[in-house]
Nanobody, 124 residues
Framework: QVQLAESGGGLVQAGGSLRLSCAAS????????MGWFRQAPGEGREFVASITFGGSSLYSDPVKGRFTISRDNAKRTMYLQMDILKPEDAGVYYC??????????????????WGQGTQVTVSS
C-alpha cells in the first residue's frame, strides 16, 4: 500500500509562487505515473499535471507555461512548482499515483493512491 502526503500549500498573492511536495511511502520503487489535481470550492476535481517515471510530463491548458511538475524517484517525492499564480488557481491540491499506468494520465480514475490534499489560497 502506498501513502501520499502533500505539503507546501499556503496563502500567496497573485503573481507569486509556491512549491508543493508529495512524499510517497509504503513502496520503495514505483515505475508508474504520478499526478496533481486540484479542487476549487463547489467544483469537481480537475487535472493539473502528470509525470512519468522517466520525467515526461503533461499539463492542463490553464497551468501550461506557469507550473512545472517534477519527481525525484530516489526520494519518492513529486513536486509542483507554481509560478505567476492567479486567484483561479486556488483550491485544494491533491497528489496521486497510479498502480497501473506508466504513461501520463489525465483521468482521476486512472490513479489508485491519493494524498489528503493541501490548501492553496491566492489573494488578488
Amino acid at each position: 500500500q502506498v501513502q501520499l502526503a502533500e505539503s507546501g500549500g499556503g496563502l500567496v498573492q497573485a503573481g507569486g509562487s509556491l512549491r508543493l511536495s508529495c512524499a510517497a511511502s509504503g513502496r520503495t520503487f514505483s515505475p508508474y505515473a504520478m499526478g496533481w489535481f486540484r479542487q476549487a470550492p463547489g467544483e469537481g476535481r480537475e487535472f493539473v499535471a502528470s509525470i512519468t517515471f522517466g520525467g515526461s510530463s503533461l499539463y492542463s491548458d490553464p497551468v501550461k507555461g506557469r507550473f512545472t511538475i517534477s519527481r525525484d524517484n530516489a526520494k519518492r517525492t513529486m513536486y509542483l512548482q507554481m509560478d505567476i499564480l492567479k486567484p483561479e488557481d486556488a483550491g485544494v491540491y491533491y497528489c496521486a499515483e497510479s498502480a497501473r499506468w506508466r504513461a501520463v494520465r489525465t483521468n482521476e480514475g486512472d490513479y489508485d493512491y491519493w494524498g489528503q490534499g493541501t490548501q492553496v489560497t491566492v489573494s488578488s
